[in-house]
T-cell receptor, first 112, second 112 residues
């Protein structure tokens, strides 16, 4: 079954304590992996797109990496304003059309 | 203002009533999407549209109807609301065939 999973489900960090979030997928024919940030009561906001294994993207304290079956979102020295739910989504070839499925998200809390 | 908007932001209705959720984008993006977000399920695609007058089913289309007579608008109608349709609904748009989507702020719908 085509699936996207994320771990951990929830993560509490002290301010400045670096960590990583995981997104694993079982689909074939990856066309792109997306990371989004979602604040409470708001829609997801785009962060990164990764297309091939070995690719990395960075933005401020966030770095996203991609391997053949998973992606990591590394958070370096997080601040309280990084608290949010982080979603990953994969786009892949499904028979004759592209499909996008989202993972359930990781809820990150950064404590001052 | 430029962007993607949804209305209403909150809606309470009763079982059996018809409800229409509105979505409007100002970018003239070709693609538009409707998702629902529920705890434990993440974002699931209800319907999408590749252009005006072209719509197609997503993962969970039953009980929903969409139309797209104008590029900028993509309303979602629940013909006869059920309690299982209580959810947060997000509209999204995407410029072309690839790339990431921009999400609206969401509509929280409660069906009593």
């Amino acid at each position: 079954e085509d699936q996207v999973t994320q771990s951990p489900e929830a993560l509490r960090l002290q301010e400045g304590e670096s960590s990583s979030l995981n997104c694993s997928y079982t689909v074939s024919g990856l066309r792109g992996l997306f990371w989004y940030r979602q604040d409470p009561g708001k829609g997801p906001e785009f962060l990164f797109t990764l297309y091939s294994a070995g690719e990395e993207k960075e933005k401020e304290r966030l770095k996203a990496t991609l391997t053949k079956k998973e992606s990591f979102l590394h958070i370096t020295a997080p601040k309280p304003e990084d608290s949010a739910t982080y979603l990953c989504a994969v786009r892949y070839m499904k028979t004759s059309y592209d499909k996008v499925i989202f993972g359930p998200g990781t809820s990150l809390s950064v404590i001052p | 203002d430029a962007g993607i908007t949804q209305s209403p932001r909150y809606k309470i209705t009763e079982t059996g009533r018809q409800v229409t959720l509105m979505c409007h984008q100002t970018w003239s993006h070709s693609y538009m999407f409707w998702y629902r977000q529920d705890l434990g399920h993440g974002l699931r695609l209800i319907y999408y549209s590749a252009a005006a007058d072209i719509t197609d089913k997503g993962e969970v289309p039953d009980g929903y109807v969409v139309s797209r007579s104008k590029t900028e608008n993509f309303p979602l109608t629940l013909e006869s609301a059920t309690r299982s349709q209580t959810s947060v609904y997000f509209c999204a748009s995407r410029r072309g065939d690839r790339g990431f989507a921009f999400f609206g702020p969401g509509t929280r719908l409660t069906v009593l």
